[in-house]
C-alpha cells in the first residue's frame, strides 16, 4: 500500500480529550475516530489490527474445540423477561422499540439468546458437551466511557457459551476455555494473569478474570510473584485430556491471584512478603461456570442416558477484543508511538524512500513493495526525512527498511527493529531474508 494512496490519517498534536497513552496514540496514529462518546469508527490501521487480534482469538477458540457461530446484535426483550434479568440488567441496557412497538435491546452479552438457540436443537446427552461462540458487537451504556475503546460503549467482544451434561463435565469445559485465553495472550506477547473474581451480574461461583498489569488498569489486584513466572509457551497441555487440563487449572491457580472485590487478607498474609504484589490490571477476559442459572429459567433441558430430564450446567467466557487493541499499545509503546508486536502488526514492514525522484531510491523501494504484497506500507509522500521517521515509528510498524539516495546506489538497505531499536544495514536479499 502506497502511503501516497492510503487512508492512514495521522495526527500532529495530541488530543487534548485522550487521558491514557493509548487512547492518545490510537487517535494520534489514525486507528480509531470517536464517532459519539464511547462510540468509535476503526479505521484502516485500527481496523487491520482489530481483525487480526480476533483472528487470534478465533484460531484457540477453534482450537480448544468451541465453534463458531453469528448471533445478531439486537435481541428480544422476551429472552430476558424469561431469564429474569430484563429489569436487574439497568441503565447499561440499551433498550429499543421497532415500529410494531416490541421490545428489543442491543445485545450486552448473549447468555439468554445462546441457551433459546441451542435448546432449539438439543434433545439428549449426545447433544453434549457443545461450546459455541461468536464474535460480535455489544453494546452498554456505561456510565462513564473513557480512555478510548478501553472503556467504549459499543465493542467487540468473543463470548462462548458451553453447555455439559454434569458440572465435572462443566469444569472441564470451563478449564478448556482457561487453558485456552492464557494461550492466546500469549500469543500476542501479553502476559494476562488469571484471577479470582467476582461473578457480578452474570451470576455463578467459579470465576477468574485475565489482567494485563498496566499502570492505567482500572482494577486494584493482589497477587503472589510466583504467577508470573509461569512459561505457558513451554506446556503443552492436550484440550481432550481431563487429567491435563485440571493440571493446567491447578497450576493456574496454584498462586494467590485476586481482584480487590475478591481480595481474601487472610490467605493474602499467607503469601511471603517479598512475593507480595499489588498493582493496577486491566481486564481483558472474564470466565464464568454458572450451573444451570441460564438453562433452568430458559426451558432448556434434554434427555439424560436413562431417559431422565437432565438440565445441561453452562459457562461463559469473554475475551474484549476491542479493548485488547488499547491493552497492548499500553503494554508497547515507548515517547515515539506504537511499537506492535509482529502478531498483530496492521503491516509488517514500512518502506521509508527517503528522496522519491531518485532512480535508485524508486526502483529499490518498487522491488521491496513487490515481495511484501499487502505487507507493506510504502511511504512515497514527497515529504522530509524527519516526517517519515516520526509516522513510522507512530504507527509502529515492526520493521522499517530505510532507503536513500548512496545506499540505493548500491543496493543497500537500512532495515529498523521499532521494538528494539535495532538497525542493521543489509544487501536486498538479505533483507528479504530477513524480513521472511
Ligand atoms: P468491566 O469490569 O471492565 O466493566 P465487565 O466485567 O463488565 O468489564 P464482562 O461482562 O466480564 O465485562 O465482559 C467480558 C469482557 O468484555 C471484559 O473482560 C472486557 O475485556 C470486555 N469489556 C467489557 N466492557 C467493556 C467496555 N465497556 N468496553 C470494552 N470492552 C469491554
Ligand atoms: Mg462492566
Ligand atoms: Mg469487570
Ligand atoms: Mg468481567
Not at 468451541?66 to 434479568?85: C, F, K, N, Y
Not at 499467607?270 to 504484589?277: D, I
Not at 509482529?342 to 531510491?361: F, T
Request: proline share 5%; glycine share 8%.
Amino acid at each position: 500500500m502506497r502511503l501516497t494512496r492510503a487512508f492512514l490519517p495521522t495526527l500532529k498534536e495530541t488530543p487534548a480529550e485522550a487521558q491514557i497513552v493509548s487512547h492518545r496514540l490510537m487517535l494520534r496514529a489514525g486507528l480509531i475516530r470517536q464517532t459519539s462518546a464511547g462510540i468509535y469508527t476503526w479505521l484502516p490501521a485500527g481496523l487491520r489490527v482489530l481483525n487480526r487480534v480476533a483472528d487470534i482469538v478465533r484460531e484457540e477458540q477453534d482450537r480448544a474445540g468451541a465453534q463458531e457461530v453469528l448471533m445478531p446484535t439486537i435481541q428480544p426483550a422476551e429472552l430476558w423477561q424469561r431469564s429474569g434479568r430484563y429489569e436487574d440488567y439497568g441503565k447499561e441496557m440499551l433498550r429499543i422499540r421497532d415500529r410494531h412497538d416490541r421490545e428489543m435491546l442491543y445485545g450486552p452479552t448473549n447468555e439468554e439468546m445462546i441457551t433459546d438457540v441451542f435448546r432449539g436443537y438439543a434433545t439428549s446427552y449426545r447433544d453434549l458437551p457443545r461450546n459455541l461462540y461468536h464474535i460480535q458487537w455489544k453494546f452498554r451504556d456505561e456510565v462513564r466511557p473513557r480512555f478510548g475503546v478501553m472503556r467504549g460503549r459499543e465493542f467487540l467482544m468473543k463470548d462462548a457459551y458451553s453447555f455439559d451434561l454434569t458440572a465435572e463435565g462443566a469444569r472441564h469445559s470451563y478449564r478448556q476455555m482457561l487453558y485456552a485465553y492464557l494461550r492466546t495472550f500469549q500469543r500476542m506477547g501479553l502476559r494476562a494473569l488469571p484471577m479470582r473474581a467476582d461473578t457480578g451480574p452474570i451470576g455463578g461461583n467459579l470465576s477468574h478474570e485475565f489482567i494485563i498489569l498496566a499502570e492505567t488498569g482500572e482494577s486494584t489486584v493482589f497477587y503472589d510473584a510466583a504467577l508470573e513466572e509461569i512459561d505457558w509457551a513451554a506446556k503443552a497441555f492436550d484440550f481432550d485430556s481431563q487429567a491435563d487440563m485440571e493440571a493446567c487449572f491447578n497450576l493456574a491457580t496454584s498462586a494467590y491471584a485476586a481482584t480487590e472485590e475478591m481480595q481474601d487478607e487472610a490467605e493474602w498474609a499467607k503469601v511471603p512478603a517479598e512475593r507480595q504484589r499489588t498493582g493496577r490490571g486491566i481486564e481483558v477476559g472474564h470466565i464464568f461456570y454458572f450451573g444451570t442459572k441460564y438453562s433452568q429459567p430458559m426451558g432448556l433441558s434434554v434427555a439424560g442416558p436413562n431417559g431422565e430430564a437432565v438440565v445441561p450446567e453452562m459457562g461463559s467466557y469473554g475475551i474484549g477484543v476491542s479493548r485488547l487493541v488499547a491493552a497492548l499499545i499500553e503494554a508497547n509503546h515507548d515517547e515515539a508511538g506504537i511499537k506492535w508486536p509482529d502478531a498483530v502488526a496492521p503491516w509488517k514492514l514500512a518502506i521509508l524512500n527517503l528522496k522519491p525522484g531518485d532512480a535508485a531510491c524508486d526502483a529499490l523501494c518498487e522491488k521491496l513493495h513487490a515481495a511484501f504484497p499487502n505487507q507493506a506500507i510504502y511511504d512515497d509522500r514527497p515529504e522530509r526525512a524527519g516526517v517519515k521517521f516520526n509516522d513510522a515509528d507512530l504507527m509502529g510498524f515492526p520493521w522499517q527498511a530505510i532507503i536513500g539516495p548512496r545506499g540505493a546506489a548500491a543496493g543497500r538497505v537500512e532495515l529498523k527493529r521499532r521494538m528494539t531499536g535495532e538497525r542493521l544495514e543489509c544487501s536486498f536479499d538479505e533483507a528479504l531474508a530477513k524480513l521472511g
